[in-house]
C-alpha cells in the first residue's frame, strides 16, 4: 500500500516565526471572544440544512454581527433565515435582523439555510475575526452508543450516553439521512405502533455540547445492507492553522459522500499526533492542544459505521 503523502507545513505567527510552542513556557491563555459554530441539521444525496449559532463567549455585549463564508463550487444557498444572506459568486455574507442583532455575554442566536450541495463553510469569519474566536471548549463529546433495538411495542432506540468535560450534551437522532428528534436522554422512541413498513432504516445518533462540538455518531440498520468489512476512503486537504494561542485547528475535506444503502456512511474522524490519538470528532476540523517544540506529524483517518477506518492523511508540524 502506497503510504500517505506528507503535507509539510510552517506555520507562521508573525514574519519569520516559526510556531513552536516549548513546555517551558506555557502560553497565556486568551480571553474568551464570540465564536460562529456550524451545525448539519440534515442531509440527502443533492443538498443539506446548515445552520451558524453566534454565540457570545466574551464579558462584552455584541451589538451587531456579521459571518462571512465561502461554499465550495457547486453549492449554493436556496433558502435562509434569521439572517440577511448576500452572495457574491461562492462568498457569502450573512448580517443580522434587527432583533437578534445585540448578544448579551452568554447569549447566542442562530440563523440558517437549505443548501443545494454539499459545500459546508470556509474560511469562515465572525465580524472580521475567526469564526472559531478562542474557544473555551474545544473538545468533542464522547461518541454515544452503540446503538439498541426494542421492538416490543413499535420501535424504542437506546444507546450508551455520551461522556463531555463541560457536562449535559443533547443527542441528535436521524433516520436514513433526516434528523427526527433532538433529545436529552439516551433513548429515542421511533414508533408506538405495531410493524413498520417494509424497508430499510438506516438510524444515526450523535451528541452535541453546549458549545457546539459535535461527537462521532454511531449507527445501526434495521434491515441488513453493509457486509461489515468495508474500508472508507480517507480525508483530504488536511491544514493547520493557530486559532488562539496554545491552539492548532486541524482542518480536513471529507470523503464523497455516499447514500448509505450503498456504503456505511462516514460516522467521524480520528485525529492523532505523533500516533496517539488526540480526538474524535463528528466534523472535518478539531482544535487541539499545540504540541511542545520540535518536529511532530499529526494525522487523520475517516472513521465509517462500521467501524472501520481508512488509511491516514498526515501533516508535519513544526521545526
Do not use: K
Not at 139 to 150: M, W
Not at 173 to 195: C, D, H, K
Not at 233 to 259: C, F, K, T
Not at 272 to 295: F, Y
Amino acid at each position: 500500500m502506497t503510504s500517505p503523502a506528507r503535507i509539510a507545513a510552517t506555520l507562521l505567527l508573525s514574519a519569520g516565526a516559526v510556531l513552536a510552542p516549548t513546555a517551558a513556557v506555557a502560553a497565556a491563555p486568551a480571553p474568551a471572544s464570540a465564536v460562529a459554530v456550524f451545525t448539519r441539521l440534515g442531509q440527502w444525496p443533492s443538498g443539506y440544512v446548515g445552520s451558524i449559532t453566534v454565540r457570545n463567549d466574551s464579558a462584552a455585549v455584541v451589538d451587531g454581527w456579521r459571518v462571512e463564508f465561502d461554499l465550495a463550487a457547486g453549492t449554493s444557498v436556496t433558502s435562509s433565515y434569521s439572517g440577511v444572506f448576500t452572495r457574491t459568486g461562492d462568498h457569502y455574507a450573512v448580517t443580522n435582523e434587527s432583533w437578534n442583532a445585540r448578544l448579551a455575554p452568554g447569549s447566542s442566536t442562530t440563523f440558517g439555510w437549505v443548501a443545494s450541495g454539499l459545500g459546508t463553510p470556509e474560511n469562515c469569519t465572525l465580524n472580521g475575526a475567526d469564526c472559531a474566536g478562542t474557544p473555551a471548549d474545544h473538545t468533542a463529546p464522547g461518541r454515544p452508543g452503540p446503538l439498541a433495538f426494542d421492538i416490543s411495542a413499535g420501535l424504542t432506540l437506546t444507546w450508551a450516553a455520551s461522556a463531555d468535560d463541560h457536562g449535559p450534551v443533547r443527542y441528535e437522532v436521524y433516520e436514513s439521512g433526516q434528523l427526527r428528534a433532538t433529545v436529552t436522554e439516551p433513548r429515542y422512541v421511533y414508533s408506538t405502533g405495531g410493524t413498520l413498513p417494509p424497508r430499510v432504516y438506516v438510524f444515526e445518533v450523535r451528541a452535541v455540547d453546549a458549545a457546539g462540538n459535535v461527537s462521532a455518531s454511531a449507527f445501526r440498520s434495521l434491515g441488513q445492507i453493509w457486509r461489515g468489512d468495508e474500508v472508507p476512503a480517507a480525508p483530504s486537504g488536511l491544514r493547520a492553522d493557530v486559532p488562539a494561542a496554545g491552539l492548532v485547528r486541524l482542518s480536513w475535506i471529507a470523503p464523497a459522500a455516499q447514500s448509505p444503502f450503498v456504503a456505511p456512511p462516514t460516522a467521524g474522524y480520528e485525529v492523532r499526533l505523533d500516533g496517539q490519538r488526540v480526538a474524535e470528532v463528528g466534523s472535518t476540523s478539531a482544535v487541539v492542544d499545540a504540541p511542545a517544540g520540535g518536529g511532530h506529524v499529526f494525522s487523520v483517518r475517516t472513521l465509517n459505521a462500521v467501524d472501520n477506518y481508512s488509511s491516514p492523511v498526515e501533516l508535519a508540524f513544526g521545526s
